[in-house]
């Protein structure tokens, strides 16, 4: 059971109730909770790190949004840096993840930046990982940029079963260069982040806490986040659990699950007509699905979660999960207006527009993106204006 004094606490911080239950009120406390270092005088408050790149889940998913996209400075505040080679290993040293900061006494993995530099009229992203305080990276090992995603309407891509993952993926086969495919994790279809490497929001909550925060769950033990056993300071820094406990428990994991089940759908500004019968008709459909739960009813996400070749130009040379490094996880189209007003679209927030966005599309939606550049001006405007009211 959750200890009294922590419910308690989570009351305290908790708002008058809008949410659904009072699990969703405590999670909802716990999303934005500050943790400190341990020791602290509120334990249930303490395990922050050693090394980190947030103090809480809002500091990147700011009011459960996207994070922002603010060059130089951002990292750790809504961007990451993530870490891979093609097979999907880590770095032997820095992990999945490159923690920009750390509680005192300790030192952070590094203190990356980023910018954007103009390519064929394009935005690209410019990252500068500067010096690495624990030794270079393996020679196979990639860096890139990940953008924390919009949390809302996630309770419902959860409802969506396997089965309409996998029927969804048999009808691509009959689309012109389409070819999705479910994420297959173990027994389990992976369907959350964007190369959709955790199946559920138990998955990607503890993995978050982990790599973001450095605190322990059931799922990822390790009290010293993602540190390496190079990282000796680190594997020996104070920590907020007795030993063969862990920092968050499974109440409290689930009390954030509670809260992200809460989180409604973003609801579409743009009429239905014209600029959809257009969507439909480039193919764009094929892989921005609207999807439907177990009872029946649609999830106007716009995502099939599957995962597709988009081909050279999004390769970043890290695989992650069961995708490839050239596969991404068809990124939900709902709330996309909010998503281009913090800073842009795509995992690293590249894409100033919808148009740059298609840009971007290779691989598997190389038929569609020419169909969008034969369009009249006319036709693209009204297709913009569609998917920019989602």
Same mark, same amino acid.
């Given at each position: 059971?959750?200890?009294?004094?922590?419910?308690?606490a989570?009351?305290?911080?908790?708002?008058?109730?809008?949410?659904a239950?009072?699990?969703a009120?405590?999670? +909802?406390?716990?999303?934005n909770?500050?943790?400190?270092?341990?020791?602290?005088?509120?334990?249930?408050?303490?395990?922050? %790190?050693?090394?980190?790149?947030?103090?809480?889940?809002?500091?990147?998913?700011?009011?459960?949004?996207? %994070?922002?996209?603010?060059?130089?400075?951002?990292?750790?505040?809504?961007?990451?840096?993530?870490?891979?080679?093609?097979?999907?290993?880590?770095?032997?040293?820095? %992990?999945?993840?490159?923690?920009?900061?750390?509680?005192?006494?300790?030192l952070?993995?590094?203190?990356?930046? $980023?910018?954007?530099?103009?390519?064929?009229?394009?935005?690209?992203?410019?990252?500068?990982?500067?010096?690495?305080?624990?030794?270079?990276l393996?020679?196979d090992?990639?860096?890139?940029?990940?953008?924390?995603?919009?949390?809302?309407?996630?309770?419902?891509l959860?409802k969506?079963p396997d089965?309409?993952?996998?029927?969804?993926?048999?009808?691509?086969?009959?689309?012109? %260069?389409?070819?999705?495919?479910?994420?297959?994790?173990?027994?389990?279809?992976?369907?959350?982040?964007?190369?959709?490497?955790?199946?559920?929001?138990?998955g990607q909550?503890?993995?978050a806490l982990?790599?973001?925060?450095?605190?322990?769950?059931?799922?990822?033990p390790?009290?010293?986040?993602?540190?390496?056993?190079t990282?000796?300071?680190?594997?020996?820094?104070p920590?907020?659990?007795?030993?063969?406990e862990?920092?968050?428990?499974?109440?409290?994991?689930?009390?954030i699950?509670?809260?992200?089940?809460?989180?409604?759908?973003?609801r579409?500004?743009?009429?239905?007509?014209r600029?959809?019968?257009? $969507?439909n008709?480039?193919?764009?459909?094929?892989?921005?699905?609207?999807?439907?739960?177990?009872?029946?009813?649609?999830?106007?996400?716009?995502?099939?979660?599957?995962?597709?070749?988009m081909?050279?130009?999004?390769?970043?040379g890290?695989?992650e999960g069961?995708?490839?490094?050239?596969?991404?996880?068809?990124?939900?189209?709902?709330?996309?207006?909010?998503?281009?007003?913090?800073?842009?679209?795509?995992?690293?927030?590249?894409?100033?527009?919808?148009?740059?966005?298609?840009?971007?599309?290779?691989?598997?939606a190389l038929?569609a +993106?020419?169909?969008?550049?034969?369009?009249?001006?006319?036709?693209?405007?009204a297709?913009?204006?569609?998917?920019?009211g989602?």
């Amino acid at each position: 059971m959750v200890p009294r004094r922590v419910i308690l606490a989570l009351l305290a911080l908790a708002a008058p109730a809008h949410a659904a239950s009072l699990d969703a009120e405590m999670g +909802r406390a716990l999303f934005n909770r500050q943790w400190v270092a341990a020791p602290s005088s509120t334990q249930s408050d303490d395990g922050l %790190g050693p090394i980190y790149d947030a103090r809480s889940c809002s500091a990147c998913h700011v009011g459960a949004g996207a %994070g922002p996209v603010a060059p130089i400075t951002a990292i750790g505040a809504g961007m990451v840096v993530r870490l891979g080679n093609a097979r999907g290993e880590s770095d032997p040293v820095y %992990g999945f993840q490159l923690q920009t900061k750390a509680i005192a006494g300790h030192l952070p993995e590094g203190a990356p930046k $980023f910018d954007f530099k103009i390519e064929n009229g394009l935005r690209v992203p410019a990252l500068k990982l500067g010096v690495l305080n624990f030794g270079p990276l393996a020679l196979d090992t990639h860096a890139a940029l990940r953008r924390a995603p919009s949390l809302f309407g996630v309770g419902l891509l959860a409802k969506i079963p396997d089965r309409e993952i996998f029927a969804q993926a048999a009808k691509e086969k009959n689309s012109d %260069g389409v070819r999705g495919r479910p994420a297959t994790l173990g027994k389990n279809i992976g369907r959350f982040g964007w190369k959709a490497a955790q199946a559920d929001l138990e998955g990607q909550v503890g993995s978050a806490l982990s790599r973001d925060i450095g605190l322990s769950t059931t799922a990822f033990p390790d009290p010293w986040g993602e540190c390496s056993a190079t990282e000796k300071a680190c594997r020996a820094g104070p920590h907020g659990a007795e030993p063969g406990e862990v920092e968050v428990p499974d109440q409290l994991r689930d009390l954030i699950v509670a809260y992200l089940n809460s989180l409604p759908a973003p609801r579409a500004q743009a009429a239905l007509g014209r600029g959809q019968v257009i $969507f439909n008709q480039l193919g764009c459909n094929a892989c921005h699905a609207i999807m439907k739960t177990a009872d029946g009813k649609p999830v106007v996400a716009y995502t099939d979660l599957l995962l597709h070749d988009m081909g050279s130009a999004l390769d970043d040379g890290i695989a992650e999960g069961n995708a490839k490094s050239n596969e991404w996880r068809t990124a939900p189209l709902w709330g996309l207006a909010a998503r281009l007003k913090g800073g842009g679209l795509l995992h690293d927030g590249r894409a100033r527009s919808v148009e740059e966005a298609i840009a971007w599309h290779g691989g598997e939606a190389l038929t569609a +993106r020419g169909r969008f550049d034969a369009l009249s001006e006319d036709d693209k405007t009204a297709l913009v204006k569609f998917v920019e009211g989602l």
